[in-house]
């Protein structure tokens, strides 16, 4: 798992507009909240996403960005996003390049059965590329308004 002080991970992955995003894109310009989700239009993960939606002009006045990413792919992002009003951009992962390299692709047992899958997590990153914040596990409901607070401290 990824510690504060980390050089966060690169990756290019599509959004739900099938345009590239590299992380590499936003170093030296903008501070990044990456944040992995299990599924697309699933209760906890809708919570979260329009939470970081709502206080987008809020952290865009600290020169911040909103990238959520999950396995689903591009046209399930744009459902979910259309059909939420999200202002999010939401990235594909669908073959869990950055959940690996992010340390988010875990095994989970769910009544008695493990697989693998997203564990909610997210990442402070500051314009320089360094990880400032590495939340695993964390719960969905005000998590968008804890992870501002810690943006606000970056200022």
């Known amino acids: 798992m990824l510690q504060i002080g980390n050089a966060a991970p690169n990756f ?12 590499a894109d936003f170093k030296g310009k903008q501070n990044v909240v990456l944040y992995f989700y299990p599924k697309d239009d699933t209760p906890g993960c809708t919570l ?24 689903d792919d591009c046209m399930s992002h744009a459902d979910f996003r259309d059909k939420h009003g999200l202002a999010v ?19 989970k047992e769910k009544e008695g059965v493990k697989k ?12 320089k590329g360094t990880i400032r914040h590495a939340l695993y596990g964390v719960t969905a409901k005000g998590h968008a308004h804890e992870v501002f607070q810690l943006v606000k401290q970056l200022d």
């Open 48 to 71: 979260e996403a329009i939470e970081f939606s709502d206080l987008e002009d809020n952290l865009s006045k600290h020169d911040t960005v909103v990238l959520g990413i999950s396995r």
């Open 89 to 107: 951009r939401l990235l594909s992962d669908t073959e869990t390049e950055a959940c690996k390299k992010y340390g988010v692709w875990q095994e």
């Open 12 to 23: 290019t992955l599509p959004d739900a507009d099938m345009s590239i995003v590299k992380l």
């Open 116 to 127: 693998m899958g997203i564990v909610r997590s997210t990442f402070v990153i500051d314009k």
